[in-house]
């Protein structure tokens, strides 16, 4: 979690990384609540949640992330999310608050602009729920992808069904790969922690060569998309193999503070002390969402968003490393805070300048590509033709493919299957973000296109979409 508690730290260094990070779109205003509300927040969480974060001699340990001025990461060695999440149970636990589980999201429920309430399933059964408030925290899209490191659960369904709902979604061209996953041998993928780069590993090709310094002058601690980029490009010459090699971090520091991945590789008798671990980008982070405002509104009265579902503006075109957590502390107690005050609701407001529901032209017809047969083929579709680089023309096939499947499973009887129901709010994600690169014609941040390879200073603005 990014905060600027240390010493030689300030929230306007931390403002600066952070829209230098997003290049040129993120909302300053928004940047600015976060980083000045951070401290008291993230102290306020502490509290209330109970984690221990990482300190030396009575102070926090700071971590070291790419995009960042200096150490900033609050962190508990590399396992910071496995102990959020398992603190926030038990404290859920500990309040009565009351938890129904395997309960599937079909519908936010609304009479005009107004939520009131919700349709969900479960145990097979279709039950409806009446709600003045509701808030979507049910995370981000990763799994629309062929490598990703987010968890199953991961496939964007609250931002389509609440597009579905009648709200705005923005900026969702803005989609992160973390340059450093690794994939084990049994198919799974893991996560390498961006601090580990901090502590001084490097990215190798197969021939040995640093190569990420010829992309970007601070080599490894740069930031994710532009990593990412040189990993792609570098991957492209005659079946590159990369590489994270630690052989100069010294062996008891990964062993203490990198434990968790240290652990992971030895089960599969690797040893990252001694040998370089092959690495691939994977698909990590949603930058867009859910339109809200600084208190968490969307457009929808009653509808509220944080965390990755959302779209508060913080991360623009690319996230800068642990700002997502610092994003969902401070913007969860706005809401809440905004909700138990019975503040006047003050909803959405949308720059003049920006785009909403731009046209597209996709210069074939639907009749002259194929349908996609199941999830697997959209992950491949997606990573193909809407991953770390892009281009028109497979950009128009990609969302031809996803309109000829959708109209498809239009025509069929109501869909009552949970997989299938997952396949739809998939294969809606899919389109608009697919759509939303087609139209930025340019690259910025996380977006890139090989067609429109430079940033275009017309294309400061953020793309939106609303059902009408």
């Keep these: ?38 401290k008291n927040r993230v102290e306020e969480f502490i509290r209330f949640v109970g984690v221990q974060f990482e300190r030396k001699n009575e102070e926090f340990d700071f971590a070291l992330e790419g995009g960042h001025s200096l150490p900033r990461i609050l962190h508990i060695r590399d396992k910071t999310g496995e102990y959020i999440q398992k603190s926030l149970v038990e404290k859920a636990m500990r309040e009565n608050i009351r938890i129904i589980e395997n309960a599937f999201l079909l519908k936010i429920v609304t009479e005009e602009s107004y939520v009131i309430g919700a349709e969900v399933m479960l145990n097979g059964e ?53 340059p450093t996953a690794t994939i084990l041998p049994d198919g799974k993928v893991r996560l390498i922690t961006e601090a580990i780069r901090g502590a001084g590993a490097k990215i190798i090709n197969d021939r040995g060569e640093r190569f990420v310094c010829k992309y970007d002058e601070r080599c490894e601690l740069a930031t994710r998309d532009i990593i990412s980029r040189a990993i792609y490009f570098e991957m492209q010459k005659k079946n590159t193999r ?50 809200v405002n600084e208190f968490g509104q969307s457009n929808l009265e009653g509808l509220y968003a944080i965390g990755e579902a959302s779209c508060t503006g913080v991360h623009g075109a690319n996230r800068l490393a642990s700002n997502s957590l610092l994003e969902a502390v401070v913007f969860s107690s706005r809401a809440v805070e905004a909700i138990v005050n019975g503040a006047k609701w003050k909803g959405l ?104 390879p430079s940033e275009n200073e017309k294309w400061k603005v953020t793309i939106n979409f609303v059902l009408q």
């Design 349 to 452: 407001r949308l720059e003049k300048k920006d785009l909403v529901n731009p046209p597209i032209d996709l210069g074939k017809h639907l009749e002259d590509v194929k349908i996609i047969k199941d999830v697997n083929e959209l992950k491949e579709v997606m990573w193909n033709k809407v991953g770390i680089v892009r281009e028109g023309k497979t950009l128009s096939e990609a969302i031809l493919r996803i309109k000829k499947t959708r109209d498809k499973i239009n025509q069929q009887k109501k869909i009552f299957d949970k997989k299938q129901l997952e396949f739809v709010n998939m294969l809606d994600l899919s389109e608009l973000i697919a759509t939303a690169a087609l139209v930025r014609e340019e690259s910025r941040g996380c977006h890139y296109r090989k067609d429109f």
């Design 242 to 291: 990369i590489y994270l090699d630690l052989r100069d971090v010294p062996e008891e520091k990964i062993k203490k503070e990198f434990e968790g991945f240290y652990e992971t590789m030895a089960r599969y008798r690797k040893d990252i002390t001694k040998e370089p671990i092959e690495i691939v980008p994977a698909a990590h982070y949603m930058n867009g969402g859910i339109r």
């Design 126 to 178: 279709h039950i409806k729920m009446s709600a003045d408030n509701i808030i979507l925290a049910t995370g981000g899209s990763g799994q629309l992808y062929k490598i990703t490191t987010n968890a199953q659960t991961a496939t964007g369904d609250g931002i389509a069904i609440a597009y579905r709902a009648g709200a705005v979604v923005s900026n969702l061209e803005f989609v992160q790969f973390h």
């Design 1 to 38: 979690m990014a905060v600027a508690l240390g010493k030689d730290d300030s929230t306007e260094l931390h403002l600066k990384d952070t829209i230098e990070s997003g290049a040129g779109i993120s909302d300053e205003e928004i940047v600015r609540i976060l980083v000045s509300e951070a």
